[in-house]
C-alpha cells in the first residue's frame, strides 16, 4: 500500500537564527544540524557542529525536532537522510519527518526508503529551479507501508549489511593507519639523513588546461589525469579518467607521463599522490598535479617515495609552503625543495614490500565492501523499486 508523506507524517522545516545577533550562538548548548551534519553519511544524527541557545530558540520560533525522527535534506544537497539519537534543532534545507499517528511505519524503514527514491528526478520534474524541493512536492510523495512485521524483516537484513559494511571500513582505516604509522616509525627520526627531492629527479613539471591552449575534452582519446582521478590512497579511478585528442597530447609534450612518474596535488586537495601505471597511459596531466620523474639511479625507490609525500614530514613542509589568496597552492620549487628521509635503500625497499602487502588486503577488503554494497543496493531496489 502507498501513502503519501503528508498523510502520514507532519513536515517540519528548520530554520536559521540570525547570525548577526551572538547571543543566539555564543555558549550555545542545543544542537543544530545543517546539511553537512547530515553529509558525513552515518545513519544516527548525535552531534552537530554547531549549537544555538535558549535565546536563540524563543526569539526565533524554531521547533525541536524529537529523537529517533527521520531528518532529510531537501535543497542543494538532495536526499542525505539520518535519524536523530536526541533531540535537536535543523536548519531550513532539512526536512523533518513527525509520525502523526502509529500508520507511520518505524524509523529505520522510512530511513531507507527515502534513500532509495530518486530525488534529483522528482526536482526535474517539476521545474527548472535547480537540484531543490519544497514542502508541497515532498507532502506528494508516496512511500510503501506494509506490516509492521515485515517492516522489521527488511530493516533488520539492512541494518545488518550495514552493520558489516561499517566493520569493513574500519578495517580499511585501520590498514591505512599502519602504513602512516610505520613509515613514522622507521623514518621520522632525526638520525636519518635527508635528500634534497629535485636533486633526485630528472624532472619535477605539471601540465595545463586543454581548454586554456585551444582543445576540448572528448568523450574518448587519450586520458587525462586530474585531482578527482585520485583517490584517498593514491589508485587511479577509472570511471574518473577525462580524455583529450592526440593532437593535444602531442601539444602538451612537456607533460606526457611516463609509467612510474609520480604525481603529486600542488593546487585544490594538496597532497594526493599516486605512481602512474601502465594501464592508463598514453596519458596527460593538467596544472594541479605535479609530475615527479625519478632519475635512473635516484636513491629511492618509488613506492617509498609515494608513502613519504604522504607522510606528516610532508603536510607540515607543505604547511609551511602553502601560498595564494583565492587558491592555496604550491610551487614546483616548493615540491623540488621537499626534503625526503633518505634510509638506506634495502630498508627502503622493505617498506615496500610492506605497503604491497597491506595493499593487497585492503584490496580484498574493498572488494567484500563493494560487493556487500551491491547486495544491499540489489535488496533495496527489491524492498523499494
Same mark, same amino acid.
Given at each position: 500500500?502507498?501513502? !503519501?508523506?503528508?498523510?502520514?507524517?507532519?513536515?517540519?522545516?528548520?530554520?536559521?537564527?540570525?547570525?548577526?545577533?551572538?547571543? #543566539?550562538?555564543?555558549?550555545? /548548548?542545543?544542537?543544530?544540524?545543517?546539511?553537512?551534519?547530515?553529509? !558525513?553519511?552515518?545513519?544516527?544524527?548525535?552531534?552537530?557542529?554547531?549549537?544555538?541557545?535558549?535565546?536563540?530558540?524563543?526569539?526565533?520560533?524554531?521547533?525541536?525536532?524529537?529523537?529517533?525522527?527521520?531528518?532529510?535534506?531537501?535543497?542543494?544537497?538532495? +536526499?542525505?537522510?539520518?535519524? /536523530?539519537?536526541?533531540? =535537536?534543532?535543523?536548519?531550513?534545507?532539512? &526536512?523533518?519527518?513527525?509520525?502523526?499517528?502509529?500508520?507511520?511505519?518505524?524509523?529505520? #524503514?522510512?530511513?531507507?526508503?527515502?534513500?532509495?527514491?530518486?530525488?534529483?528526478?522528482?526536482?526535474?520534474?517539476?521545474?527548472?529551479?535547480?537540484?531543490?524541493?519544497?514542502?508541497?512536492?515532498?507532502?506528494?510523495?508516496?512511500?510503501?507501508?506494509?506490516?509492521?512485521?515485515?517492516?522489521?524483516?527488511?530493516?533488520?537484513?539492512?541494518?545488518?549489511?550495514?552493520?558489516?559494511?561499517? $566493520?569493513?571500513?574500519?578495517?580499511?582505516?585501520?590498514?591505512?593507519?599502519?602504513?602512516?604509522?610505520?613509515?613514522?616509525? &622507521?623514518?621520522?627520526?632525526?638520525?636519518?639523513?635527508?635528500?634534497?627531492?629535485?636533486?633526485?629527479?630528472?624532472?619535477?613539471?605539471?601540465?595545463?588546461?586543454?581548454? /586554456?591552449?585551444?582543445?576540448?575534452?572528448?568523450?574518448?582519446?587519450?586520458?587525462?589525469?586530474?585531482?578527482?582521478?585520485?583517490? $584517498?590512497?593514491?589508485?587511479?579511478?577509472?570511471?574518473?579518467?577525462?580524455?583529450?585528442?592526440?593532437?593535444?597530447?602531442?601539444?602538451?609534450?612537456?607533460?606526457?607521463?611516463?609509467?612510474?612518474? =609520480?604525481?603529486?596535488?600542488?593546487?585544490?586537495?594538496? +597532497?594526493?599522490?599516486?605512481?602512474?601505471?601502465?594501464?592508463?597511459?598514453?596519458?596527460? /596531466?593538467?596544472?594541479?598535479?605535479?609530475?615527479?620523474?625519478?632519475?635512473?639511479?635516484?636513491?629511492?625507490?618509488?613506492?617509498?617515495?609515494?608513502?613519504?609525500?604522504?607522510?606528516? =614530514?610532508?603536510?607540515?613542509?607543505?604547511?609551511?609552503?602553502?601560498?595564494?589568496?583565492?587558491?592555496?597552492?604550491?610551487?614546483?620549487?616548493?615540491? +623540488?625543495?621537499?626534503?625526503?628521509?633518505?634510509?638506506?635503500?634495502?630498508?627502503?625497499?622493505?617498506?615496500?614490500?610492506?605497503?604491497?602487502?597491506?595493499?593487497?588486503?585492503?584490496?580484498?577488503?574493498?572488494?567484500?565492501?563493494?560487493?556487500?554494497?551491491?547486495?544491499?543496493?540489489?535488496? &533495496?531496489?527489491? #524492498?523499494?523499486?
Amino acid at each position: 500500500m502507498k501513502t !503519501r508523506l503528508s498523510d502520514l507524517y507532519t513536515l517540519q522545516m528548520g530554520k536559521t537564527p540570525s547570525r548577526n545577533v551572538p547571543e #543566539y550562538w555564543q555558549g550555545g /548548548t542545543y544542537q543544530w544540524a545543517s546539511v553537512s551534519d547530515l553529509s !558525513r553519511g552515518g545513519k544516527h544524527l548525535a552531534k552537530t557542529r554547531e549549537r544555538i541557545t535558549e535565546a536563540a530558540i524563543e526569539q526565533s520560533g524554531i521547533k525541536e525536532v524529537p529523537a529517533n525522527t527521520v531528518v532529510m535534506s531537501f535543497k542543494l544537497s538532495l +536526499g542525505k537522510v539520518a535519524i /536523530t539519537r536526541e533531540p =535537536l534543532f535543523t536548519n531550513e534545507a532539512i &526536512m523533518a519527518f513527525i509520525p502523526k499517528d502509529d500508520r507511520a511505519p518505524i524509523a529505520e #524503514y522510512l530511513f531507507y526508503q527515502l534513500q532509495c527514491h530518486d530525488w534529483v528526478k522528482e526536482s526535474a520534474n517539476r521545474a527548472v529551479m535547480g537540484v531543490t524541493l519544497n514542502k508541497a512536492s515532498l507532502s506528494k510523495v508516496e512511500v510503501t507501508i506494509p506490516p509492521k512485521s515485515e517492516q522489521e524483516r527488511v530493516t533488520e537484513r539492512l541494518r545488518h549489511l550495514d552493520a558489516q559494511l561499517h $566493520s569493513c571500513k574500519i578495517t580499511v582505516n585501520k590498514l591505512d593507519e599502519l602504513v602512516k604509522s610505520r613509515f613514522t616509525e &622507521m623514518f621520522e627520526t632525526a638520525e636519518i639523513r635527508r635528500v634534497r627531492l629535485a636533486d633526485c629527479c630528472e624532472r619535477i613539471t605539471k601540465g595545463t588546461t586543454p581548454t /586554456t591552449i585551444g582543445f576540448s575534452y572528448e568523450s574518448t582519446g587519450v586520458n587525462f589525469i586530474k585531482i578527482e582521478t585520485i583517490d $584517498s590512497r593514491g589508485e587511479l579511478i577509472p570511471d574518473k579518467v577525462s580524455h583529450i585528442s592526440p593532437t593535444c597530447h602531442s601539444a602538451m609534450g612537456r607533460s606526457q607521463l611516463f609509467e612510474g612518474d =609520480l604525481l603529486f596535488s600542488i593546487a585544490g586537495a594538496i +597532497g594526493r599522490c599516486a605512481i602512474v601505471p601502465s594501464w592508463v597511459l598514453p596519458a596527460n /596531466t593538467n596544472q594541479a598535479l605535479s609530475i615527479i620523474r625519478l632519475k635512473n639511479d635516484a636513491p629511492l625507490n618509488r613506492f617509498y617515495l609515494k608513502e613519504a609525500l604522504s607522510s606528516s =614530514l610532508i603536510i607540515e613542509m607543505t604547511r609551511r609552503a602553502k601560498r595564494g589568496i583565492a587558491q592555496v597552492n604550491l610551487s614546483l620549487k616548493d615540491v +623540488g625543495n621537499f626534503s625526503i628521509p633518505l634510509p638506506p635503500i634495502k630498508q627502503q625497499e622493505r617498506f615496500a614490500e610492506f605497503v604491497n602487502q597491506v595493499d593487497k588486503l585492503r584490496f580484498d577488503v574493498q572488494q567484500q565492501i563493494e560487493k556487500l554494497e551491491t547486495l544491499k543496493k540489489s535488496l &533495496m531496489q527489491e #524492498y523499494f523499486g
